[in-house]
């Protein structure tokens, strides 16, 4: 009988096991096309000419079908001029606001806006979002970004704590913790449900090294 109920117990857990990575599977493969990768290019000009630097790079999200893009003001606040890579490959440049400037930013909680350049009229796939607030400690949830270059990986955990303030990265600060794995380059990233809904924009880790170390911090979706 105890051999019995043994085996049930093994088949259960693979079963939900099974389930919850085809949840992972299913979360990414609708999230993933709202990604892009953002690089960030500083100018200088030398002998009358313009040359373009690479000044550093970051994740972002597709949060409208005429390409507005969500990220963190960190990856954009250091350059002059930007393009945007699309989950397929497509680079595209950026558009100027009405101000003159490439993006708008709120440096309070780290974010800034930034708009597609769309010639060709496409309609991007763009993002839904979640509650934030609904999230419960020890919640799955999962990034996307570009860590390292890396584009489009994606990473999983569970959610460790919510509002967490006085960590010392924003003004402004009402963090989601988590132990999904994050480095450098998956900020401005999304933190999504099972579901595929963005909760979150991952946009900071706790470190000694520099890499990850077990502390993730995402805005709430709710925030953005």
């Not at 270059?149 to 988590?178: K, M, N, P, W, Y």
Request: charged letters at 20%; one cysteine or more.
């Amino acid at each position: 009988r105890y051999v019995i109920m043994f085996c049930l117990a093994i088949f259960l857990f693979a079963g939900a096991a099974s389930i919850r990575a085809q949840n992972f599977v299913s979360a990414a493969r609708v999230a993933k096309p709202s990604v892009v990768y953002v690089s960030v290019y500083k100018t200088d000009s030398r002998e009358g000419k313009k040359n373009y630097t690479k000044a550093g790079y970051g994740s972002g999200t597709i949060v409208s079908a005429d390409g507005y893009v969500l990220t963190n003001y960190h990856v954009v606040n250091k350059g002059s001029f930007y393009q945007i890579t699309l989950s397929d490959g497509t680079e595209c440049e950026v558009e100027r606001m009405p101000n003159g400037a490439f993006y708008y930013a709120d440096e309070g909680i780290d974010l800034a806006v930034l708009k597609i350049k769309n010639h060709d009229l496409r309609r991007f796939r763009a993002a839904s979002f979640g509650d934030s607030d609904a999230l419960s400690e020890g919640e799955w949830v999962i990034a996307i970004g570009n860590p390292y270059g890396l584009r489009h990986s994606v990473t999983c955990g569970i959610v460790s704590s919510t509002g967490r303030s006085d960590v010392g990265f924003a003004e402004i600060e009402d963090f989601i913790q988590t132990d999904v794995p994050i480095n450098p380059g998956n900020s401005g990233g999304p933190l999504v449900n099972e579901r595929g809904e963005i909760v979150g924009i991952n946009t900071a880790i706790r470190t000694v090294s520099g890499g990850y170390q077990g502390i993730s911090f995402a805005i709430p979706s709710k925030l953005a």
